[in-house]
């Protein structure tokens, strides 16, 4: 069975610009939640999506939004970048969010300049 | 304010020994706690999950325990290898449908 898979693996940006990132959860999972990891942060939930409907956001502004397909394949977009949006952003998938084990992509390396 | 806390921040071993990697959470009234490995540049891979009701769950040399009351959760590597070097985290399912991280303890399993 494939895993989660994360694109693009990495991409570079500048500052004012909008990016958008692409996560195919497993087959036959129906949650997908993201999450942005930094150094000085580490790992930061940023909202789970299940049959296309988001349930549970983070705190982050509103920069940050997402959406889910109905296939369950899910993008997260980021408007007008700044410099501390510089992260290693992962997707996660499972079959049922809260008690099913969170099964993670490799990541997109997002860095902003 | 759910917050997940991780003792110690780095840890380094000499193969064959036996540790024990501690998580602290402020909040009980969690769903269930994952334990996972990060290798350097991946993604998180799932070691353990332990729902609210279960107080241990075994893989292997791996052993996690729960103690909800007191807001802990331990995770106990038997026979340390160095291919067990990689930066553990633990996570607790709170509120709705939300997952919240610890820091994470930076694992070094000397050969």
């Known amino acids: 069975k494939a895993g989660v898979t994360q694109t693009p693996r990495y991409l570079i940006k500048t500052r004012g610009q909008q990016v958008t990132l692409s996560c195919s959860p497993i087959s036959g999972h129906r949650s997908v939640s993201w999450y942005q990891q930094t150094p000085g942060q580490g790992l930061q939930f940023l909202f789970e999506?299940?049959?296309?409907?988001?349930?549970n956001k983070g705190n982050f502004p509103g920069r940050f939004s997402g959406r889910q397909f109905s296939n369950s394949r899910s993008e997260m977009n980021v408007s007008t970048l700044e410099l501390g949006d510089s992260a290693l952003y992962l997707c996660a998938s499972s079959l049922e969010h809260r008690n099913s084990p969170l099964h993670f992509g490799n990541g997109t390396r997002l860095t902003v300049t | 304010k759910q917050e997940v806390t991780q003792i110690p921040a780095a840890l380094s071993v000499p193969e064959g020994e036996n540790l024990v990697l501690n998580c602290s959470f402020t909040d009980s009234a969690i769903y269930n706690l994952q334990w996972f490995r990060q290798d350097p540049g991946k993604g998180l891979t799932s070691l353990l999950l332990i729902q609210s009701s279960q107080r241990e769950q075994t893989s292997g040399r791996l052993n996690a325990s729960l103690d909800k009351s007191s807001g802990r959760s331990t995770l106990y590597i038997a026979a340390s290898q160095p291919g067990d070097s990689a930066t553990y985290l633990c996570?607790?399912?709170?509120?709705?449908?939300?997952?919240?991280f610890g820091t994470g303890t930076r694992l070094k399993v000397l050969a």
């Open positions: 996570a607790v399912t709170s509120g709705t449908y939300k997952y919240i």
């Open positions: 999506y299940f049959s296309e409907t988001q349930r």
